[in-house]
T-cell receptor, first 111, second 122 residues
């Protein structure tokens, strides 16, 4: 079956630091990969996605590249801000319908 | 952007009672809504998929008589936890899938998520 494993948190870092959250997946076919973000008190929001191997998704300074050879979709941001404090979820979908999520990584950015 | 609301955001009830959670798409029509359950420090687990006007499709291991889902309109789905017990305590999250844009506009993401409902059964 499909599964997603992402880096355990919590992650605490200072403003302008580099952020990386590792995500690896297991899938029977060729899934689409997603990163969702949940800000305090809000619902999950799509941050970025990639639909095929070597695609790079990017949004709000975050990037992730679909690596089929390593079955990974690591999230990175070069310089984080306090406003990036949130819970980040890696997810996959094989038919853009049902999503399989990782456990979530809580990120706290200190000023 | 598209907004999905859930009500209530938090509920505490006694064991044996039933609890209803509402999920509404506020500014778009949703042919499909999804219900997830999240345990502390764990993944969101899909419980069921509900389509407007038809019976919900439950994931393996989810009791449909325990978790009743109704999707009566294109903007509202409800999850009723019947005869709740302490092991049903969890964070319940819904999401709504928007109808595709027919002309103009920006393609919408697949799903929009509600903020979740924290259920505590004493």
């Amino acid at each position: 079956g499909n599964s997603v494993t992402q880096m355990e948190g919590p992650v605490t870092l200072s403003e302008e630091a580099f952020l990386t959250i590792n995500c690896t997946y297991t899938a029977t076919g060729y899934p689409s990969l997603f990163w969702y973000v949940q800000y305090p008190g809000e619902g999950l929001q799509l941050l970025l996605k990639a639909t095929k191997a070597d695609d790079k998704g990017s949004n709000k300074g975050f990037e992730a590249t679909y690596r089929k050879e390593t079955t990974s979709f690591h999230l990175e941001k070069g310089s984080v801000q306090v406003s990036d404090s949130a819970v980040y979820f890696c997810a996959l979908s094989e038919n853009d319908y049902k999503l399989s999520f990782g456990a979530g990584t809580t990120v706290t950015v200190r000023a | 952007g598209a907004v999905v609301s859930q009500h209530p955001s938090r509920v505490i009830c006694k064991s044996g009672t039933s609890v209803k959670i509402e999920c509404r798409s506020l500014d778009f029509q949703a042919t499909t809504m999804f219900w997830y359950r999240q345990f502390p420090k764990q993944s969101l687990m899909l419980m069921a998929t509900s389509n407007e006007g038809s019976k919900a499709t439950y994931e393996q291991g989810v009791e449909k008589d325990k978790f009743l889902i109704n999707h009566a309109s294109l903007t509202l789905s409800t999850l009723t936890v019947t005869s709740a017990h302490p092991e049903d305590s969890s964070f319940y999250i819904c999401s709504a899938r928007a109808l595709p844009q027919t002309s103009g506009g920006t393609p919408l993401p697949t799903q929009y998520f509600g903020p979740g409902t924290r259920l505590t059964v004493l």
